[in-house]
């Protein structure tokens, strides 16, 4: 007898337990007893009694049809013993489930690294300009510039500068067109 064990009732265990005994109530008659009219006192104790136990249910009873009982006092919770076992189940789980999201932080760590670093070398190699010619005529572009700012006041004196780099552009607008495409 060491086996300890709960039983747990709930509301609506009770109300269903008072509706199934309304239903037989309702199904079966109750004999109705006659109660005599004599002045005995005896005689109607016995009838007391004999009515309280035909009926089943002793006077006072709280819901019809079922005796009304003391109360039960159940252990609260399951066994001590089931109870460490469970808290052992749900403390292993937990630790394992702590070290899986470590594994899968450091996963993920890892994992925007790599991305990080890919994505680097995608945009390095998206965006880097192609080897490009350097400009025509750039040194004969920054020279007419140049005289432009020394004579603002008299721009004739840079006619000779402009001639050289309108010459050189032609130049380099001959080649491009004669190259075949």
């Known amino acids: 007898m060491g086996d300890s064990f ?48 035909v009926s089943g249910t002793p006077r006072g009873s709280g819901v019809a049809g079922w005796p009304l009982q003391p109360p039960v006092f159940l252990p609260v919770g399951p066994p001590p013993t089931v109870a460490n076992a469970e808290l052992a189940a749900i403390q292993s789980t937990l630790q394992e489930s702590e070290r899986v999201v470590e594994r899968l932080q450091k996963q993920e760590e890892n994992m925007v690294q790599e991305v990080t670093q890919r994505a680097k070398e995608l945009h390095d190699k998206e965006f880097k300009l192609p080897y490009q010619k350097p400009l025509p005529c750039l040194a004969e572009k920054d020279a007419c510039l140049e005289c432009y700012k020394e004579n603002v006041k008299d721009p004739l004196k840079c006619a000779q500068v402009v001639k050289s780099f309108v010459d050189c552009a032609r130049k380099e607008r001959q080649q491009v067109s004669s190259v075949p495409d």
């Open 6 to 53: 709960t039983i747990q009732i709930s509301s609506n265990l009770i109300n269903r337990l008072a509706a199934d005994g309304d239903k037989v109530k309702k199904k079966t008659k109750k004999p109705k007893h006659k109660i005599p009219h004599g002045n005995d006192q005896s005689q109607s104790k016995a009838h007391q009694k004999q009515t309280a136990g």
